[in-house]
């Protein structure tokens, strides 16, 4: 006969209680937990709380299914059997949780926490929100994957297995972390960061999001996998090393000016899959084999351009040489220097690094690609193409020979410059050229100054939140955001002054406080400091009516980044007032008094303010209250 119980269920202390008929114990009141501190055996039979399951002693489930109302508790022993467990709110254990003594799944309804020593089996670990090992925790996988809806953060030791770790958020390895990757897969939709020990072992890590993304923290992977469209974005002195193979199926890899990807493979190609729509925009260094006819494709490119670039080394180095290490980076723009008489003219949109680091190569050729349309090198007759060569882009430049040909994919073509007038080492650059300025121009527009990685216009309350954010900036002045009511005839609505020149992410917002009524189409003019523009895609926004009616408070740049952000009332009958910000949880994070005769403000906290969701509030002397919402990265 199973057993139903009315209130709450204790096992005390040096109390053993075993099921051996297998029957079922459901605690029917939503209020009623179940509290183990001696020794409690399930047997196969399922156990069913309306609230807690807590365990400070030994609990041996079985075969049945456990269903806890509210959280699961274990500082004690839990040895989990062939029966899933499902916990409909957090899960925390600080004692030992044997999930391998059976199959059984373990599913969560919002957080995972795990600071004792959880040893995972066969089954499948789902949680609804963030999966934390914390200091001090100890998560061994086995064959069953890990799933979460949240993020990762581990500040324990994380042992992988040959199972997958699939997370919807961000993957973020602590500093007192240790990741041991081992043969597993590591699925992230979110951010990379890392500050402690990450193991690559063998195992393969996947950047799986249409969204752009950031990887920070120096770190050596041994399979990476680029598969969604979202661009990758090397934080700050973050030198990234792929041991084996890094697959481009989709996006790009942005380095910034300061980071090396590094491809140390030199068994076979340590990059492939790479395309106009997926490669590295950046810098790229490579290992080649130290022998004769090694080829590397550096698939590298900038400006929106893909321009791979092609090492070849004619003979094999002297034993006693080490593998040469090769940097490959495009510079947008025209070099400086001058061409020698064997030349007409050069590229005026790129040039290239290509860098010797380390080990020695022999009788190398340097591979360039180009295009045939005007709006980039507008090459008409390959045979005249010319690979030229210099120390510096400001000296001199002449000939390392070459002679172009078309091909049937993007890029259009290519040239190889010759073996006998070709060094790589630590000061070398090289350009595609020409000999005929006639048949090859090379001298189409160059890539636009602004890399825009998105542009959006949305309805805010009674004004239009405008943002935009650029992946890098060369020689740009200022941007300037623009409406229409007809989708032809623009007008300028705010100026906001660029980066100039920068190769890391930027940030920007514009607010349009008198929206039209209707559809309303919105575009971007950028402007370099010579006075060229080009204009982004444009959006629309719907206004039903009259756009400027209630009182409304907007946020901007939303997501912001922390350290400040910009607050707007508009059509307040009085302004000025008292401003508060609280977390998600409602606790205060800061006041801010604003002046009679201001609405408009600028929030910025003594702290940087941790990243997630944040409340606002702007109460008006006249105690009228406008709440809004700001994201924080």
Not at 341 to 359: D, E, F, K, P
Request: net charge neutral; proline share 4%; charged share 10%.
């Amino acid at each position: 006969m199973d057993l139903t119980i009315n209130g709450a269920l204790t096992v005390a202390t040096s109390t053993t209680v075993s099921n051996p008929t297998n029957q079922n114990i459901t605690l029917v009141s939503a209020t009623s937990g179940a509290t183990v501190n001696g020794t409690f055996t399930l047997g196969d039979g399922m156990l069913t709380t309306g609230a807690f399951l807590t365990n400070a002693g030994t609990l041996n489930l079985g075969a049945g299914l456990t269903s806890v109302g509210t959280n699961l508790t274990n500082s004690g022993t839990l040895n989990n059997g062939s029966g899933a467990v499902n916990v409909t709110a957090a899960f925390a254990n600080s004692g030992t949780y044997k999930a391998n003594v059976g199959p059984g799944d373990l599913t969560v309804g919002t957080t995972f926490t795990n600071n004792g020593s959880y040893v995972a089996g066969t089954g499948k670990l789902t949680t609804s929100g963030d999966f934390s090992n914390a200091a001090g925790g100890r998560f061994t996988a086995a064959s069953g994957d890990v799933v979460a809806a949240g993020n990762f953060a581990n500040a324990g030791t994380y042992t992988a297995a040959s199972n997958k770790l699939r997370l919807a958020g961000s993957f973020t390895n602590l500093s007192t972390g240790s990741f041991l990757a081992n043969g597993g897969t590591t699925a992230i939709q979110g951010n990379f960061t890392n500050t402690g020990n990450f193991d690559p072992g063998t195992g393969l890590v996947q950047f799986i999001t249409d969204a752009d993304r950031t990887l920070t923290g120096a770190t050596t992977f041994y399979d990476v996998q680029k598969v969604s469209a979202g661009n990758l974005f090397l934080g700050t002195n973050t030198t990234v090393t792929v041991a084996d193979v890094l697959t481009m199926r989709n996006g790009l890899i942005f380095t910034g000016t300061s980071n090396i990807l590094s491809l140390p493979n030199t068994g076979a190609q340590p990059i492939v899959g790479a395309s106009v729509t997926s490669y590295v925009a950046g810098r790229l260094a490579m290992t080649l084999p130290n022998d004769a006819a090694n080829i590397r494709v550096f698939p590298v490119g900038s400006g929106g351009r893909y321009r791979p670039v092609t090492i070849t080394s004619q003979t094999a180095a002297s034993a006693s040489d080490s593998n040469p290490v090769v940097l490959v980076e495009i510079f947008n723009g025209a070099p400086t220097g001058r061409t020698d008489i064997t030349l007409t003219n050069m590229s005026a949109n790129r040039y290239y690094r290509v860098q010797l680091q380390s080990g020695a190569i022999n009788q190398p050729t340097v591979q360039l690609s180009f295009n045939t349309d005007v709006v980039d090198e507008e090459v008409h007759v390959p045979g005249n193409l010319r690979v030229a060569k210099s120390s510096n882009p400001s000296n001199p430049w002449s000939t390392a020979g070459g002679a172009g040909v078309f091909s049937p994919e993007d890029p259009r073509g290519y040239t190889i410059s010759s073996a006998s007038l070709t060094t790589i080492n630590n000061t070398s650059f090289f350009a595609l050229a020409s000999t005929n300025s006639v048949d090859n121009p090379l001298t189409g527009p160059a890539p636009l100054p602004v890399t825009l990685r998105q542009f959006t216009a949305v309805r805010h309350g009674a004004a239009v939140h405008v943002a935009w954010s650029t992946a890098s900036e060369q020689n740009s002045a200022y941007f300037v955001v623009q409406r229409s009511a007809n989708g032809s005839s623009f007008e300028d609505v705010q100026r906001v002054v660029a980066q100039g020149t920068s190769a890391s992410q930027h940030d920007y917002a514009a607010l349009d406080a008198t929206p039209l009524a209707g559809i309303s189409y919105y575009r971007l003019r950028q402007v370099d400091i010579d006075g060229k523009y080009v204009y982004s895609p444009v959006v629309t926004v719907r206004f039903e009516g009259q756009a400027a009616a209630m009182p409304a408070l907007s946020a901007y740049p939303n997501p912001a980044s922390g350290q400040s952000f910009q607050l707007l009332a508009t059509n307040l009958s009085t302004t000025g007032g008292t401003v508060q910000v609280l977390d998600n949880v409602g606790r205060l994070v800061l006041t801010q008094v604003i002046a009679a005769g201001s609405a408009e403000t600028t929030i910025q906290p003594k702290q940087p303010l941790a990243s997630g969701m944040y409340f606002v509030t702007w109460q008006t002397p006249d105690g009228l209250k406008l709440t809004t919402k700001v994201a924080v990265q």
